[in-house]
């Protein structure tokens, strides 16, 4: 395979990586040690960190259209002039996928930091995870911005294929255990504004609507109980992980999830006829 060819794949899977994903927002702290943010600084360096990747993406998709430019027009004349100019863009057009890469995992890692709902193990173990991809993305951009020939950028973009898988697991960990987690707060609201309800039943007067209340209770507490064993059953996929990775875990749990979506809607929607029982 050409130089040209391996750099041209490499740059279209990077789109489509990202593309592959909602954009999600979060930032990296530059300590180690676990932090704590309150909700008016989560979304400050959200605010700040979406601009900062939406700016950088664009800055991508322009710089790659003047690589193809580049590299047709190398391909058209053959000079050297050309294989320079073609060079030089491939150079800067690989520095700023990075960038833009590592951008993207500390948005990712905010956004996990944020989310409750998620037992802290598990998080700071994706967490970790995010954080080596991005500490390995900053090494392989660091190698990019050394003065290099066409064949030293050649061997540095093959390492990118190992590199984009570390990045693409790390990225569905997360986003994964978001997906749970999330779901997760959800639910555990539901079961307070069970209990608080199950209160307010017991203390309201009226035999026909006490009848009635109860039997509505009832309903909605076993549809918030089915829910347990679905929630084990995606944890369980969690915590072991096929061959396929957290990607394929991803793609697996989604009927679940959306299952227990559906679920968590209905019940909210009998918790709020209940209050009007």
Do not use: C, W
Not at 89 to 100: A, F, G, H, N
Not at 190 to 195: E, S
Not at 254 to 261: A, C, M
């Amino acid at each position: 395979m050409t130089f040209f060819k391996k750099t041209f794949l490499s740059l279209i899977f990077t789109l489509l990586f990202l593309a592959n994903f909602s954009v999600i927002y979060a930032q990296e702290n530059e300590a180690t040690d676990p932090v704590v943010y309150d909700k008016e600084s989560f979304s400050r360096d959200i605010r700040q960190l979406k601009l900062q990747y939406r700016g950088e993406l664009e800055e991508y998709r322009s710089l790659e259209n003047l690589y193809l430019i580049a590299k047709s027009q190398y391909h058209k004349l053959g000079t050297l002039a050309s294989l320079e100019d073609a060079v030089q863009k491939t150079q800067e057009v690989m520095i700023l996928r990075d960038r833009v890469l590592r951008t993207y995992l500390r948005l990712l890692r905010l956004k996990l930091l944020s989310q409750p709902g998620i037992e802290l193990p598990e998080k700071t173990a994706a967490e970790q995870s995010l954080l080596s991809a991005i500490k390995n993305v900053e090494q392989h951009q660091q190698e990019f911005s050394k003065s290099l020939d066409k064949v030293q950028i050649n061997e540095i973009s093959e390492g990118f294929e190992v590199l984009i898988d570390q990045v693409e697991e790390a990225a569905y960990q997360a986003l994964t255990l978001m997906s749970i987690g999330e779901l997760q707060t959800i639910h555990d609201k539901a079961i307070v504004l069970r209990a608080d309800m199950e209160v307010e039943i017991a203390s309201a007067g009226g035999a026909l609507k006490s009848t009635e209340r109860k039997r509505s209770f009832d309903e909605t507490n076993r549809l918030l109980e089915s829910l347990k064993s679905k929630f084990d059953l995606i944890e369980e996929k969690y915590a072991n992980p096929s061959s396929s990775g957290y990607k394929g875990i991803h793609q697996a749990i989604q009927k679940q999830l959306n299952s227990i979506h559906s679920s968590l809607s209905q019940a909210l929607t009998f918790l709020g006829e209940l209050l009007k029982i």
